[in-house]
């Protein structure tokens, strides 16, 4: 499976946007999807994830309440709507998948087919 993110853009601090995270060359329909984050000169930061039913979602502590992850398996798509972006977003956001526990859902490291990247930038 191939995975392609889009959606990012330019947005003002308040604003909102939706990245998309769709797959190809198979279904995500067994997987975990995972959204991750790198900011310039930072490590990369996990953000969400979603189990292949789609119920109880992880969230990043700060991201909670503002960003909602959901599946469309029939689309094979996963969704990440970011409400109320602060300027700490900007980042290059990366969907992944993964098929560890919800243990290690928050590990890069387990993670093993990742999309290409589209950047969000938020400003103030």
């Known amino acids: 499976v191939q995975l392609q993110a889009s959606g990012g853009g330019l947005v003002q601090a308040g604003g909102f946007l939706r990245l998309s995270c769709a797959a190809s060359?198979?279904?995500?329909?067994?997987?975990?999807i995972g959204w991750f984050r790198q900011a310039p000169g930072k490590e990369r930061e996990f953000v969400s994830a979603t189990g292949w039913s789609g119920g109880s979602p992880s969230y990043l502590d700060s991201v909670k309440g503002r960003y909602i992850i959901s599946r469309d398996n029939a689309k094979n798509t996963v969704y990440l709507q970011m409400n109320n972006l602060k300027p700490e977003d900007t980042a290059v956001y990366y969907c992944?998948?993964?098929?560890?526990?919800?243990?290690?859902?928050?590990?890069?490291?387990?993670?093993?087919?990742w999309g290409q990247g589209t950047l969000v930038t938020v400003s103030s």
């Open positions: 060359g198979g279904t995500i329909r067994s997987y975990t």
């Open positions: 992944a998948t993964t098929r560890g526990i919800r243990s290690s859902w928050a590990d890069h490291r387990m993670y093993y087919v």
